[in-house]
T-cell receptor, first 116, second 116 residues
Framework: EAQVTQNPRYLITVTGKKLTVTCSQN?????MSWYRQDPGLGLRQIYY???????DKGDVPEGYKVSRKEKRNFPLILESPSPNQTSLYFC???????????????FGPGTRLTVL | AQKVTQAQTEISVVEKEDVTLDCVYE???????LFWYKQPPSGELVFLIR??????QNEISGRYSWNFQKSTSSFNFTITASQVVDSAVYFC?????????????FGSGTRLSIRP
């Protein structure tokens, strides 16, 4: 079954304790991205990756890191989490970016993070 | 700049009423895609519909219908004979075909509550 998986699904942590949220897709997609969802703001893109070892900042990258060492995985790293990073996080993947034909984006189930 | 506006933050109706969720978008591209997603209380994003900018035909799927009007940059969503299971947050979103980030721009969402 084609899917995007995220782990953990729920996480409560404390300020400053490094954490990683994993994202994995089994569709051989080149493009992956991370979004955060906050009340009244919808979803905003944090980082994206167009292929292995190619990453770039989205709209709200401060406080986050990503890596893309393998095509299927795109972990989101919070080196020193702070309470303002409490949010619902979604990973997404698509076969490639841009062009004038639509490439469907697949979303993971979400990770609810609370930073105390 | 691209933008999606969902002016209705919350809507509450009684079961069996019809309800329309408004969506207004801004883009300079001539080729773009519009979406509606549903987010039930469980938190996952459920894809409902995608429309490309060259297809202004209205769409009906069971109790759901969508009205796409390029002249007013709107893509409204109507639920007919609403049911309690329709209670969720609904997001309208936009993706520009030639965006290098291939990201989806989300509106802030409309929380729909259907009262029995």
């Amino acid at each position: 079954e084609a899917q995007v998986t995220q782990n953990p699904r729920y996480l409560i942590t404390v300020t400053g304790k490094k954490l990683t949220v994993t994202c994995s897709q089994n569709m051989n997609h080149e493009y992956m991205s991370w979004y955060r969802q906050d009340p009244g703001l919808g979803l905003r893109q944090i980082y994206y990756s167009m292929n292995v070892e190619v990453t770039d900042k989205g709209d709200v990258p401060e406080g986050y890191k990503v890596s893309r060492k393998e095509k299927r995985n795109f972990p989101l790293i919070l080196e020193s989490p702070s309470p303002n990073q409490t949010s619902l996080y979604f990973c997404a993947s698509t076969i490639n970016a841009g062009g004038n034909s639509y490439n469907e984006q697949f979303f993971g189930p979400g990770t609810r993070l609370t930073v105390l | 700049a691209q933008k999606v506006t969902q002016a209705q933050t919350e809507i509450s109706v009684v079961e069996k009423e019809d309800v329309t969720l408004d969506c207004v978008y801004e883009t300079r591209d001539t080729t773009y895609y519009l979406f509606w997603y549903k987010q039930p209380p469980s938190g996952e994003l459920v894809f409902l519909i995608r429309r490309n900018s060259f297809d202004e035909q209205n769409e009906i799927s069971g109790r759901y219908s969508w009205n796409f009007q390029k002249s007013t940059s709107s893509f409204n969503f109507t639920i007919t004979a609403s049911q309690v299971v329709d209670s969720a947050v609904y997001f309208c979103a936009l993706s520009e075909a030639y965006s290098s980030a291939s990201k989806i721009i989300f509106g802030s969402g409309t929380r729909l509550s259907i009262r029995p």
